[in-house]
């Protein structure tokens, strides 16, 4: 680091073992809510989702790198551009890493972003356009993997309504497996949604239980679709089953009763994005 340290802005890297440490205590709290609503930040573990989120244009606050990570030329790239961002470089022990990131063999390299949300009114979906609305989705292993395969299928988004989750919770952020920085994401009350979709004039596809419609007989080309899931323990409410156009239930065999919501929003979406996917990569 120390090439960095020479050419970059002097007292920008900061050396830190204790974790009675300002500044690592700062960064501990943004494993709870409250902190990181205060702050408007979050946190992303290891340097590939660093290096992506930095590429994507997301703001870094902080670098985190364990001293055995010096050395490094792609960790020292990363250092050198929070530098050039204006944020700080923190190079620290594996005991601060490990309470920092409350994971035994912590990643290396940890990053500190600003908190970044779609405001609800500036979507607006185009033809083809595939969106995701979850209600009061709770499980963050659940909203990460919902983001992660919209990411994958090339849908736009996810719109999360009601009381939900934390999409930049340390356990979403996990599961997103950085997708969390190429998925935009917005939060409305149900109310707001409720208005929102007003003005929406494409497909709103809900998914229920007691849907009478077979998800594979529906036609969701050319038009923009929005996915409406229900929540993991109660199903949609009624009064967003009324606002579909469409109540769609995957069928089912066996015992269970319903299928977990990532998967069930996983099914969906393959099928809403069939002739959009191919296994072409365009060389
Ligand atoms: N007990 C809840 C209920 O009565 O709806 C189960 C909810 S399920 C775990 C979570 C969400 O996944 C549902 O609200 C629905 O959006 C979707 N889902 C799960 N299985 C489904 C199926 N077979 N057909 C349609 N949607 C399904």
Same mark, same amino acid.
């Not at 703001?59 to 490094?72: D, V, W």
């Not at 993991?232 to 009763?257: N, S, T, V, Y």
């Given at each position: ?19 009675? #440490?300002?500044?690592?205590? &700062? ?9 990181? /609503?205060?702050? %408007?930040?979050?946190?992303? &573990? ?5 290096? =992506? ?18 050395? #490094?030329? @792609? ?39 600003? %908190? ?5 009114? $500036?979507?607006?979906? @185009?033809?083809? $356009? ?24 090339? @849908? ?9 989750? =934390? ?14 920085? @190429? ?54 409410? $009624?009064? !967003? ?15 269970? =009763? ?20 191919? !296994?072409? /990569?365009?060389?």
């Amino acid at each position: 680091m120390t090439g960095h340290r020479t050419a970059g802005a002097p007292g920008r890297v900061k050396e830190v073992t204790s974790l009675a #440490n300002p500044l690592v205590k &700062e960064i501990k709290a943004l494993s709870l809510k409250k902190f990181r /609503d205060e702050q %408007q930040a979050f946190m992303a &573990e290891g340097l590939k989702l660093v290096i =992506d989120a930095l590429d994507l244009g997301w703001s870094i606050r902080t670098l985190i790198f364990a001293k055995s990570a010096l050395g #490094n030329p @792609a960790v020292e790239k990363a250092a050198a551009r929070t530098v050039a961002a204006g944020g700080t470089v923190l190079e620290v022990t594996e005991k601060v890493l490990t309470a920092v990131t409350r994971r035994d063999n912590p990643q290396a390299v940890v990053g500190v972003f600003e %908190q970044r949300l779609v405001p609800l009114k $500036d979507i607006r979906p @185009a033809p083809g $356009d595939v969106w995701v609305a979850l209600d009061r989705v709770r499980d963050p292993g659940n909203l990460g993997t919902v983001i992660r395969t919209v990411d994958a299928v090339g @849908a736009k988004g996810v719109i999360l309504v009601g009381e939900t989750t =934390d999409p930049f919770s340390l356990e979403t952020v996990r599961a997103t497996m950085g997708s969390i920085f @190429a998925v935009p994401v917005a939060k409305a009350s149900q109310d707001a949604f409720m208005a929102w979709r007003k003005g929406f004039s494409g497909l709103v596809a809900g998914t229920h239980l007691k849907g009478a419609v077979d998800y594979r007989s529906v036609d969701f080309s050319g038009r923009p679709v929005l996915l409406l899931m229900g929540n993991e323990q109660q199903g949609l409410p $009624d009064a !967003l089953a009324e606002i579909c156009d469409r109540l769609l239930r995957i069928p089912q065999a066996g015992r269970a =009763d319903s299928l977990n919501l990532a998967v069930a929003t996983g099914v969906m979406l393959f099928e809403i994005r069939r002739s959009g996917l191919t !296994l072409d /990569d365009g060389d």
